[in-house]
């Protein structure tokens, strides 16, 4: 391996002083500052896409981003004897987004905020390829909800069951039916998708507390190999569920969430629908059932059922702050 990072970072127009290990990758002090090595599993369409794109947030202000480095040949992959392609991209020291930190979380919230506003001043053509379809999230919700019904219809026919069992018999029906609700929202938002094209964008596709750096220089979102081109409020929605269900759905703190995304971008009204659509479906619900299905189900962890507690719990503080920025919305 070792032979095989030197290989790799010759191919580089910088001098390496020292390599360490990171989560899955090599950190490289350098004398252009610190770069991380990683294998990359797109193609080379992608990475000079990205490239492009990254280059133009930080000529545009937001100087704290993972702009990937290009090879002496100006490639923006790197391939080693074996043909196994490799990102070399600017790295940043600090600590992840604290998700009990409100000043984190709101923080975290504006500078995707400026993100977003800048990508949606990028001129540059976009390959199908970071294209998603309108229907995509569409289809994959009603995949969960299949998984779901089958999950019922599973522990529906056991005769003795299991204490996280009897909870999902409990409250599936609750569930599945929040379920049908927010796709027949989506349908209907299907049918009157021309209507606001506006709300596309370049987004992250990965947005969440692990991808957001604290560093001495500000704040920095790393890690936009699964950038798309999609609803941008995916990234915020994605976001949002993540952090409000470890607040118990806290009113306060979402939308306090949603003024300081507002403050530097104004959400349109079919925006905030696309990001009530996503906040409302009981993802949490189909996540915990879907892995009890794909495990062993002769000895249940007791931890699933903590979360399943948990989710159920609170089901009505979700319920209360989908109501609140639902309000002036017309379905």
């Known amino acids: 391996m070792y032979n095989r990072v030197n290989q790799i970072l010759e191919q580089y127009p910088f001098t390496v002083n020292q390599t360490y290990k990171g989560r899955g990758a090599i950190i490289c002090d350098t004398d252009q500052g610190l770069k991380i090595l990683k294998e990359y599993k797109g193609s080379e369409a992608r990475a000079d896409f990205l490239y492009k794109t990254l280059l133009?947030?930080?000529?545009s202000g937001q100087r704290q981003v993972d702009c990937i480095v290009q090879t002496r040949e100006e490639r923006s992959i790197a391939k080693d004897t074996d043909e196994t392609?490799?990102?070399?991209?600017?790295?940043?020291?600090?600590?992840?987004c604290?998700?009990?930190?409100?000043?984190?979380?709101l923080k975290a919230i504006r500078h995707l905020a400026g993100v977003h506003t800048i990508?949606?001043?990028?001129?540059?053509d976009i390959p199908e390829f970071l294209k998603v379809r309108p229907d995509t999230l569409f289809i994959e919700y009603g995949k969960h909800?299949?998984?779901?019904?089958?999950?019922?219809h599973y522990i529906g026919e056991k005769k003795k069951k299991n204490d996280f069992e009897m909870a999902f018999a409990r409250n599936c029906g609750m569930f599945l039916e929040q379920a049908d609700q927010v796709m027949a929202l989506q349908e209907k938002e299907l049918q009157a998708e021309g209507e606001d094209e506006g709300r596309y964008g370049i987004c992250h596709g990965d947005f969440n507390q692990h991808n957001v750096i604290f560093s001495r220089e500000g704040v920095c979102?790393?890690?936009?190999?699964?950038?798309?081109?999609?609803?941008q409020v995916g990234d915020l929605g994605n976001f949002m569920r993540?952090?409000?269900?470890?607040?118990?759905?806290?009113?306060?703190?979402?939308?306090?969430?949603?003024?300081?995304?507002?403050?530097?971008?104004?959400?349109?009204?079919g925006e905030l629908k696309q990001l009530y659509i996503r906040l409302a479906y009981p993802e949490k619900f189909w996540k915990i059932c879907n892995h009890y299905y794909n495990t062993s189900k002769a000895w249940v962890c007791g931890r699933d059922l903590e979360k399943l507690i948990k989710v159920v719990e609170q089901d009505e503080a979700k319920k209360r702050f989908l109501q609140v920025?639902?309000?002036?919305?017309?379905f």
Do not use: T
């Open 119 to 124: 990508l949606r001043r990028f001129k540059e």
């Open 145 to 152: 909800s299949r998984e779901l019904k089958k999950v019922k």
């Open 325 to 330: 920025i639902s309000h002036n919305l017309l």
């Open 56 to 59: 133009f947030v930080r000529e």
């Open 98 to 105: 604290d998700v009990r930190n409100r000043d984190d979380i």
């Open 85 to 96: 392609a490799y990102l070399v991209r600017d790295w940043y020291e600090g600590r992840e």
């Open 221 to 231: 979102i790393l890690n936009y190999e699964k950038a798309i081109y999609d609803v």
């Open 242 to 269: 993540k952090i409000l269900e470890k607040h118990n759905w806290n009113l306060g703190l979402g939308m306090d969430m949603l003024e300081a995304y507002g403050k530097l971008r104004a959400l349109s009204e």
